[in-house]
Every structure is written in structure tokens, then in C-alpha cells.
């Protein structure tokens, strides 16, 4: 099972802690709840989130009289299922007569180019035919990484310069989908956040090409963070999603941390769908987000 190996650590971080909480202490007091709120927030589920989820937790105890700690498992599965539901997760909005273009946004060394990658993988593996966009002209080698993986993924990489404008390159990126016959275009962008004012009004230029060209584009804004960070990516996504026109989230390496729980806390604190997680290095390292398999994962 993909989704259990790779959610491993926090599952011993979270889930093995839980059930070693519910085996020892047997009954549910405030102690019980206090320890319960440790770990949790130990696995940066987020200390708002958590406080809600006790709450929840609490009035459900009482609410079913129960009173065994070992009977409460479910109950807190099935509360962290609700908290990670949402309705509009319901994979990628593709345009149904003509090219699909995917835009991908997010911080240096989040994953964003292994990310397009695997989703081009994905894409490819469907029968579509893919093309990539190499949109971040401003960090030396990004450019070169793309290519790579372009190659190795057996997809096309339309390109400009180092240092050239990423706007252009969508244009170019957009005519030759066009000429191709190409079903999805996934594009990579500049992710340096110290200029974001600047980084802003690339990314609106960038709309503006693609608005144009195509109709209806783009027609995901997937924004890519890693979870290895916890709660600064939920901050970073804070800071760079409300403005960015962002539709979705990718949350990757979460097969190396332990911090899991951070995925159920951004479900919590922003309005946005988690489209993907990223689950190692390697092209078929990247599952859909389903909120059920993944507490499932965590709890089975
Ligand atoms: P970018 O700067 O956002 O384009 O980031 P990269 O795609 O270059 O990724 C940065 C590093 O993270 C690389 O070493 C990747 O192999 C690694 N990486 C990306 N996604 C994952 C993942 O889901 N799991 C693990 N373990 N590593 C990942």
C-alpha cells in the first residue's frame, strides 16, 4: 500500500502515539484529552484545528455515553475524515474541448519541478499528450531540471533563455500546444518569494498570455508546498495563495516527515482543495488526495 509506506513516520508520530495513549489510559478524562491534544499538535495538525477537534471529540463522547478510550479510535478517525473532507476535491478541472493548462506556483525547493514531473507522468500514462513549460527563467538550472525531466517522463519542454521573460515563454509554450495537438500543458513558474510584489505581477502577465490564447485558461493554479516544513508552509501558503488565483494544493515529501498532520490543519485554516501528495522522488510518487484513504492509511 503506497499510501501506508509513505506515511509511515507519522504514523508512528501520530497514530502509534494514539494508540498508545487509548491502551494505557483506558478511560477518557481530562488527562486523557490534555495528552491527546499534545500529540496531536505534536504532529502539527495545528493548535486551532486541535482545539476544534477536541471539542468535537468531546461532545461526541458525550453525546454516545462513552466512556472506553478504546472505543474512541473511529470516532476520531471519522472526525479527521470530516476535517479533511471537501466537496470541491474532486480532482483536476480539465477543459473538455481543447487544451487543459496547468500552472504551478510555489517557494524554491518545495518540489514543484519533480511535482510537474509526476503529473506529466501521470498525464502520459492516460494516453494524453503532454507538454511543459519552462516558466521559471530566474533560478540557474531550473530550466535544465525541467529538460531532465522532460526526458526522462519522454515529454517535450518548450524553453527560452535563462533570465528571459516567463510571459513569452508561455506564449511560445501555448502556440506549440497548440500546433501539437497537445492535451495538457503544465507550467512551471519562478518561485522566488523575497520580491512578491514583483513575483505577483509576473504571475498576472502570465495569466493575461494564457488568458488570451486560450479561452478558459488556466484552468488549474496548483500550488505546490512541502509539508517537511509543517506550519511554514501552511503560513507560506497564507502569504502567496490569496492573491495568486491559486485553485488547488500539492503537498510533497510527506514521505519524510512526521508532520503530517499539516495536511489536515491547511485543509482547516484555507479554502483550498489538497489535489496531490507527493510520496518520494520518484515518478509514481504522487497519489491523488483522498481524505478517507489517507486517514485510513494512517489508522489501518
Ligand atoms: P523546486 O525547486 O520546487 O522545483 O523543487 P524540486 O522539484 O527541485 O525538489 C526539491 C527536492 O525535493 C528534490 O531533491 C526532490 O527530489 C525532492 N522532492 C520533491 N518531491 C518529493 C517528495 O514527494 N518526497 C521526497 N522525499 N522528496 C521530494
Known amino acids: 500500500n503506497v499510501f501506508k509506506d509513505g506515511l509511515s513516520k507519522t504514523r508512528t508520530a501520530l497514530v502509534e502515539k494514539v494508540q498508545d495513549l487509548i491502551t494505557r489510559r483506558k478511560k477518557i478524562d481530562e488527562d486523557f484529552y490534555e495528552e491527546l491534544e499534545e500529540i496531536l499538535i505534536g504532529a502539527d495538525v495545528g493548535v486551532n ?33 470530516g476535517l479533511l473532507r471537501s466537496e470541491e476535491n474532486t480532482g483536476l478541472q480539465m477543459n473538455k474541448d481543447g487544451i487543459t493548462v496547468i500552472l504551478f506556483v510555489g517557494v524554491n525547493g518545495v518540489g514543484k519541478t519533480t511535482t510537474i514531473g509526476k503529473l506529466a507522468h501521470r498525464f502520459k500514462q492516460e494516453g494524453k499528450k503532454v507538454l511543459l513549460a519552462a516558466g521559471d527563467t530566474f533560478r540557474a538550472g531550473a530550466i535544465e531540471q525541467l529538460e531532465v525531466w522532460g526526458q526522462r517522463v519522454g515529454v517535450d519542454v518548450i524553453k527560452q533563455q535563462s533570465g528571459s521573460d516567463p510571459a513569452a515563454v508561455m506564449f511560445d509554450a501555448v502556440q506549440a500546444a497548440k500546433q501539437r ?95 496531490y501528495i507527493g510520496l518520494g522522488e520518484k515518478m509514481d510518487d504522487l497519489q491523488e488526495f483522498d481524505s478517507e484513504q489517507f486517514v485510513h492509511a494512517l489508522f489501518a
Open 181 to 275: 495537438g497537445v492535451d495538457v500543458l503544465l507550467c512551471d513558474t519562478a518561485g522566488r518569494l523575497q520580491n512578491k510584489s514583483n513575483l505577483m505581477d509576473e504571475l498576472n502577465k502570465i495569466y493575461r498570455v494564457i488568458q488570451r490564447e486560450i479561452p478558459g485558461a488556466p484552468h488549474e493554479v496548483l500550488m505546490v508546498l512541502d509539508a517537511t516544513t509543517g506550519q511554514n508552509a501552511l503560513s507560506q501558503a497564507k502569504l502567496f495563495g490569496e492573491k495568486s488565483g491559486v485553485t488547488g494544493l500539492v503537498l510533497t515529501k510527506l514521505d519524510g516527515t512526521a508532520k503530517g498532520g499539516i495536511v489536515i490543519a491547511i485543509r482547516q485554516e484555507l479554502n483550498l482543495p489538497v489535489k
Open 49 to 81: 484545528t486541535v482545539m476544534k477537534l477536541i471539542d468535537d471529540l468531546r461532545s461526541e463522547v458525550r453525546k454516545r455515553k462513552i466512556e472506553d478510550a478504546a472505543e474512541l479510535q473511529p470516532v476520531l478517525s471519522e472526525k479527521l475524515i
